[in-house]
T-cell receptor, first 112, second 116 residues
């Protein structure tokens, strides 16, 4: 079945860039997503990328997709303490519409 | 407010009891989900309903029974609660997927279940 993997923890200093990585196995993935979960709350969609794109930029966020290597990354520029959260990578595929496969989440800690 | 809401937010109960968690969405979505998030924050899908019909049932003990009285509600009933059921349970919903399979999910705030 589909699998999505992420490293579990990342710690950065305030003002630095953060890069969170994700790998997936499903070659028919059509959309890849980054969700953010703040403490005590549900997940919220942060950004997404369509599989025929290799980059998407949205203010401080840059998503890079390497479809050949099935690798997705989320770069957060000028990381702030408010960015401390769990970031989940997810994917949907053309063969399994209506179901998203989530990674295990990366806990980002931003130190002042 | 338009949102996915869950009740209760916290649930503390004894082993062996039966409990229910309710979920409602007023986003007009067709598909609703239940997820379990364990103490390590790993998120696992449990069930998915589309227009009141079960479409995903992921290896969940049959002590867990989802019920969808209408497409805006998906409740989760748990019989004979066990210690290992302690977790945060999230309800989510998503709009209809077209041929592109875009599937943004909208999550509720979670219900923290503690089984003593």
């Amino acid at each position: 079945g589909e699998d999505v993997e992420q490293s579990l923890f990342l710690s950065v200093r305030e003002g630095d860039s953060s890069v969170i990585n994700c790998t997936y196995t499903d070659s028919s993935s059509t959309y890849l997503y980054w969700y953010k979960q703040e403490p005590g709350a549900g997940l919220q969609l942060l950004t997404y990328i369509f599989s025929n794109m290799d980059m998407k930029q949205d203010q401080r966020l840059t998503v890079l997709l390497n479809k050949k290597d099935k690798h997705l990354s989320l770069r957060i520029a000028d990381t702030q303490t408010g960015d401390s959260a769990i970031y989940f990578c997810a994917e949907t595929s053309s063969t399994n519409a209506g179901k998203s496969t989530f990674g295990d989440g990366t806990t980002l800690t931003v130190k002042p | 407010d338009t949102a996915v809401s869950q009740t209760p937010k916290y649930l503390v109960t004894q082993m062996g009891n039966d409990k229910s968690i309710k979920c409602e969405q007023n986003l007009g979505h067709d598909t609703m989900y239940w997820y379990k998030q364990d103490s390590k924050k790993f998120l696992k899908i449990m069930f998915s309903y589309n227009n009141k019909e079960l479409i995903i049932n992921e290896t969940v003990p049959n002590r867990f029974s989802p019920k969808s009285p209408d497409k805006a509600h998906l409740n989760l009933h748990i019989n004979s609660l066990e210690l290992g059921d302690s977790a945060v349970y999230f309800c989510a919903s998503s709009p209809p997927t077209d041929f592109s399979s875009y599937n943004e999910q909208f999550f509720g705030p979670g219900t923290r279940l503690t089984v003593l």
